[in-house]
């Protein structure tokens, strides 16, 4: 199964910009549907960004749209969440998530905290 790590998170003050890394054990550029969760306290995961295999076509949470960027390097098995203009609603444990289009096993990094103070 898809192993995923996490990286980057940790606290940044209100208009700062961070970049969370997921690094995969395998590549994932054309058969896996990429995307960041988030999830605050006492609430539901959601999703924040996702990107698609090939084509790279991507969608975001319309609360981060023009702020973060979700990307992929295909020769670095990793995928990328650039956060600007950081808000302190942007405060949660941040997932990386990686679902095979083909077997639909889907995979889970261990989250990594985002603190945006005011």
């Known amino acids: 199964q898809l192993q995923l790590t996490e990286s980057g998170g940790g606290p940044v003050q209100a208009g700062g910009s961070l970049r969370l890394t997921c690094t995969a054990s395998a590549r994932v550029d054309s058969d896996y549907l990429m995307a960041w969760y988030r999830q605050a306290p006492g609430t539901q995961r959601e999703l924040v960004a996702a990107i698609s295999p090939q084509t790279d076509n991507t969608n975001y949470l319309d609360a981060v749209k023009g702020r973060f960027t979700i990307s992929r390097d295909n020769s670095k098995s990793t995928v990328y969440l650039q956060m600007m203009s950081l808000k302190p609603e942007d405060t949660a444990v941040y997932y990386c998530?990686?679902?095979?289009?083909?077997?639909?096993?889907?995979?889970w990094g261990q989250g990594i905290q985002v603190t945006v103070s005011s």
């Open positions: 998530h990686g679902r095979n289009l083909w077997s639909r096993v889907a995979s």
